[in-house]
């Protein structure tokens, strides 16, 4: 049985297509795409269609889970809306058996339709289900180009305090910071450098992407987002942007200043991310840190390195390039699961 999992962000549409075998895991395929739902969301059906038959055949397909995160964008004016609004693209592409996350366990189109917002943002649900492969009582962070989710598990079920976005936002299982599409001012009011702070423009100049390509941490493959302003993702292009972030130059800054400031960035960053999960970490006493997505290594280890925690990978049992896409492996499983 072959069963494709997709997570429908509101910049990337990750997919995991997982071939069962007697119930056990016989391959894993991934992929993703880059789909800014807040102006693209109409074409999500042929990307949904595409990201399958770059792997196989849409016949071979047994059946489908969702999981999104994409119901937030400001195309649709309630969560509401946008949840209804994916779910109506997903049954129009599919005629296989379709099912979604919700806070609860998967729902069906009519479970869904009666209650929408147990399924906004609900795929860190479906990432806690990979998390126990490794241990029944961890914390486990996951950050993508976007957020990043910090889940407590015990006794190889989630146990979070908030179940939706609002929430977890106050119990730090949710910090609405990652590794690509971050705008730097988001998290910065001042950079030191050379023994000045400088406060930092609001503006739309640069992103983590920039910080993490400069300091050589991601590829230009890695930065699937757009750039703020529409120009390459060049090294050189990616330092100008940080320039900005200080209202300088590169004729005003030397590649060192920018190398420093890049450095500086990262580890505010990094607390940042150490600040959400000392607040899990305290309030559910689990010391052992499982680390997965795009910023695995970037940031989630070193920040529960800065809280003296244990760390183990996903890493550790998945590709790099499925841990890139859990969610969307954990809601393959989730629909396996749900179909039996």
Known sequence: MKI????????????AIIEFENGEIKNIEVDFAYLPMWSNNDDLSHVLRELIENICPLSEIDAVGISMTAELVDAYDTKKDGVLDVVKKCEETFACPIAYVGIDGMLSLEEIQKTPLKAAAANWVATAQIATLISDNCIFIDTGSTTTDIIPIKDGKECAIGKSDFDRSATGELVYTGTLRTNLASFLDKVELNGKNYRVASELFAQTADVYMVLDLITEDDYVCDTFDGESKSKIDCAKRIARVVCADLEMLSKEDILKMAEYIHEKQIAQIADGLKQVHETQGLDLIITTGIGKDILDKPAAESLDLEVKSMGDILTDEQCVVA?????AVMMNRYLN
């Open 327 to 331: 969610p969307a492996v954990g809601t």
């Open 4 to 15: 494709a999992g997709f997570d429908i962000g509101g910049a990337n549409t990750d997919l």
